[in-house]
């Protein structure tokens, strides 16, 4: 954050607000008024604007909606972070997909917030991404924590039946005995097989089951 030259203290953080929607900007810009520290120098109803008007007031935070005519949220954010190192975007929208986090994130925002977020969590939120931190909604963090812990199933490549047929051929089992373990028919069986060598780029039984092997599979007790 930056330093005030007269006194030791930190300087105001400024804040641009870009909403297409000219009566949440207004209210927003009201509340954050009201903070001390915090200092809005500009608004923007779409990306094109956000960019013209970072470039002339050099704000610490943006606080950018995700859908913007012109030039939307996600692409407004890649190129603030892209010419803007200095100024760090906080997302405050409608939208809790998780593949618009997703973009969100990938673009480079450093927080994502809902418009429902109470008051203190957006002054918050605010302070957080001025200072190099980031910060999410609690629904948002909880289903990125969800993504993020939930394991990928070896060799995605194959689909769930095809990873279970390579679990019995790497104990092993002959296409008959797969076929009765798992109640298919013999040349279903032999259809899943391969399909599998063909996914894994394999010419042999054997060197998909040392494939299989090295992915965790074909373990037995």
């Not at 993020?148 to 005995?177: H, I, Y």
């Not at 042999?204 to 074909?218: E, F, H, N, P, S």
Request: no cysteine; hydrophobic share 45%.
């Amino acid at each position: 954050m930056r330093m005030d030259t007269d006194r030791d203290t930190p300087a105001a953080i400024r804040v641009l607000l870009a909403d297409d929607h000219p009566a949440l900007r207004r209210g927003l810009a009201l509340l954050l008024e009201t903070l001390p520290g915090i200092e809005v120098v500009a608004h923007a109803g779409d990306g094109e604007v956000t960019l013209r008007e970072i470039a002339l007031h050099r704000p610490d935070v943006v606080v950018m909606d995700l859908h913007m005519p012109v030039m939307d949220g996600v692409a407004t954010t890649e190129r603030v972070v892209r010419d803007y190192p200095g100024t760090a975007v906080l997302v405050l929208t409608m939208v809790s997909e998780d593949t618009m986090v997703t973009e969100a994130l990938r673009a480079g925002a450093r927080g994502y917030l809902l418009k429902t977020a109470e008051s203190d969590e957006i002054e918050r939120a605010i302070r957080a991404v001025a200072a190099g931190d980031a910060i999410f909604s609690q629904a948002v963090a909880g289903r990125l924590i969800d993504r993020l812990s939930a394991r990928e199933p070896p060799l995605p490549q194959l689909s769930p039946r095809e990873r279970e047929v390579l679990d019995e051929v790497a104990t092993g089992a002959t296409n008959g005995a797969i076929a009765l373990r798992l109640h298919l028919s013999h040349k279903t069986v032999a259809n899943h097989v391969s399909a599998i060598l063909l996914k894994l780029g394999v010419a042999t039984r054997g060197q998909a089951i040392v494939i299989a092997k090295d992915a965790g599979l074909g373990r037995r007790g």
